[in-house]
């Protein structure tokens, strides 16, 4: 799972605790505290920086006076890393000061089972527009997906880059009629997973908004099968 913090403009703007602003964080794990001291019961949440530094500074952060060290040693036990103070950017929070400082909270699928397969172009010379298709060699469900730059790669302070930024691109199951459409804000989208039969080719059109000029000509379509390792996904562009 990850989580984002209010977008506020750069990384190193803070939020009121501590949180940089517009930062992507992971998030380890959860579990109800019972106080040793009979208070109640608090929902505590384990997050990491990846940045490798901890600098949230509220309730149940490492030095916070909520701890008791019964309480450390409870936590301890059951996600790790509640004893020592410094723990390559390892935090914990309560339930109500991470709905504070986090806005999004994502759930993602493990692949580990899965099989991938894409198509990548890079510097796109056509005007955007492709046929792709997705092949599944057994019975399986498939998540098909398209991405772009995000649009931090672009600089959000780069007014040269608004229509790179602000240009629009979709991706439509052709059989089903089902579609999705992304900016850059988000930088990719996913159909909702998709029933194969063994041996069945679906096509899929991919249209690219390259109309700013300022535009990163880059994007993907990827193609997760869920039927194991050993199965096979097929994803080719039809019109070069």
């Known amino acids: 799972m990850t989580s984002a913090t209010h977008f506020c403009g750069s990384q190193a703007a803070y939020e009121m605790e501590g949180t940089a602003c517009s930062h992507a964080f992971t998030f380890l794990g959860c579990m109800d505290l019972e106080k040793h001291d009979g208070s109640g019961t608090v929902r505590l949440v384990k997050m990491r920086n990846p940045w490798g530094i901890d600098e949230y500074y509220g309730k149940y952060s490492d030095n916070s006076s909520e701890w008791t060290p019964e309480d450390r040693k409870t936590v301890n036990d059951k996600l790790g890393d509640a004893l020592t103070g410094k723990s390559e950017g390892i935090f914990f929070l309560d339930l109500d000061s991470y ?4 806005q999004l909270t994502q759930v993602n699928l493990n692949t580990d089972k899965w099989y991938l397969d894409y198509f990548l172009r890079l510097d796109d010379t056509t005007n955007g527009s492709h046929e792709i298709t997705v092949t599944s060699d057994i019975d399986q469900v498939v998540h098909v997906g398209m991405h772009g730059y995000q649009d931090r790669t ?7 880059c608004d229509g790179a930024r602000n240009a629009v691109h979709s991706l439509r199951d052709n059989k089903s009629g089902s579609s999705v459409s992304f900016s850059s804000a988000e930088g990719s989208a996913w159909l909702q997973p998709i029933q194969f039969s063994a041996g069945e080719t679906r096509t899929f059109s991919a249209d690219m908004d390259w109309y700013d000029s300022e535009i990163a000509k880059d994007f993907s379509l990827t193609a997760w099968g869920t039927g194991g390792k050993t199965s096979s996904i097929t994803v080719a562009n039809t019109n070069g």
């Open 99 to 102: 709905m504070k400082n986090f």
């Open 154 to 160: 672009y600089g959000w302070y780069d007014w040269e």
